[in-house]
């Protein structure tokens, strides 16, 4: 596996510090710091990676994955012969405070098998990423974002989601969005792909109307190897207090469903923020 931070952004990455190694630049304001740098040789940290929602079906592994025979996390999806039950696994964690702005990378194994169809009750939507404020849930005061797949041909395309103004996330809430028809492809099944999501909290008091949408200076967007997949512009700030994100979780819950057991594996996540 390559070396996964840009260090221009970062400001210098220390891989033995994971807490709140803050410096500050010449105006005072602080620069991006490692908040989790994880290769998963060992364990997963259980004081870390939880939430109130809980880690679901995740384990630690060493298999021979890719080519890559380190320690990883692996994430289960259990199949079923039904096409209406869904699936779950999800790696949640809890950030020491809420940020502003903040930036993941991670490799990301998609499985051979992997096979994303449209069940007979239309629900297709996989959860990639939840980054939320306060108490999780539909309704909420704080900032919700993330991204979600859906059924493409059995590939799935990724579509960028935000809250907006305590409504739910969803694909169209927001303004500027672009989505990826092709970010899991058949090319992508049986290897790993490199994943970089940056995220920038809205600031108070800039918002404005665009096409009869509030819209505000945050940002969420997705990079697939380095090139950019997919983004939201444009998001609004909620409320006038603290803006950003404390909770948040990888994959999730998998309302396609899936007919057999769908393994993915999540290795050398970086986590860096302000």
């Known amino acids: 596996m390559t070396e996964m931070v840009d260090k221009s952004v970062a400001g210098g990455v220390n891989p033995n510090t994971n807490l709140l190694d803050w410096s500050y630049d010449e105006n005072g304001d602080p620069k991006f710091r490692t908040i989790r740098n994880d290769t998963f040789d060992s364990?997963?940290?259980?004081?870390?990676?939880?939430?109130?929602?809980?880690?679901?079906?995740?384990?630690?592994?060493?298999?021979?994955?890719?080519g890559n025979?380190?320690?990883?996390?692996?994430?289960?999806?259990?199949?079923?012969?039904?096409e209406t039950v869904d699936a779950m696994a999800q790696l949640t964690f809890t950030l020491p405070r809420i940020f502003k702005e903040l930036i993941f990378e991670y490799d990301l194994y998609v499985p051979a098998n992997y096979s994303h169809t449209i069940p007979s009750d239309n629900a297709n939507n996989n959860k990639?990423?939840?980054?939320?404020?306060?108490?999780?849930?539909?309704?909420?005061?704080?900032?919700?974002?993330?991204?979600?797949?859906?059924?493409?041909s059995g590939n799935s395309t990724?579509?960028?989601?935000?809250?907006?103004?305590?409504?739910?996330?969803?694909?169209?809430?927001?303004?500027?969005?672009?989505?990826?028809?092709?970010?899991?492809?058949?090319?992508?099944?049986?290897?790993?792909?490199h994943v970089k999501v940056h995220a920038k909290a809205a600031t108070v008091g800039n918002n404005f109307s665009e096409g009869g949408t509030t819209c505000g200076d945050g940002f969420i967007r997705?990079?697939?190897?380095?090139?950019?997949?997919?983004?939201?512009?444009?998001?609004?700030?909620?409320?006038?207090?603290?803006?950003?994100?404390?909770?948040?979780?990888?994959?999730?819950a998998a309302n396609s469903g899936f007919r057999v057991d769908t393994d993915f594996y999540i290795d050398n996540l970086v986590i860096i923020g302000v």
């Open 158 to 193: 990724l579509i960028p989601e935000c809250m907006h103004f305590g409504d739910g996330v969803g694909p169209g809430i927001g303004w500027g969005d672009t989505s990826d028809t092709g970010f899991i492809g058949a090319a992508d099944k049986g290897a790993w792909m």
């Open 43 to 66: 364990v997963i940290d259980s004081s870390f990676y939880t939430s109130e929602t809980g880690n679901y079906y995740i384990s630690h592994d060493t298999a021979n994955v890719g």
């Open 222 to 252: 997705f990079y697939k190897n380095d090139v950019l997949s997919a983004r939201n512009e444009k998001m609004a700030s909620i409320g006038t207090g603290a803006q950003g994100w404390k909770y948040g979780y990888l994959m999730g």
């Open 69 to 82: 025979t380190g320690g990883k996390v692996k994430l289960r999806f259990t199949g079923n012969v039904s």
């Open 128 to 152: 990639f990423l939840r980054l939320w404020q306060t108490t999780y849930g539909f309704y909420h005061a704080g900032n919700k974002c993330g991204a979600s797949l859906f059924a493409n």
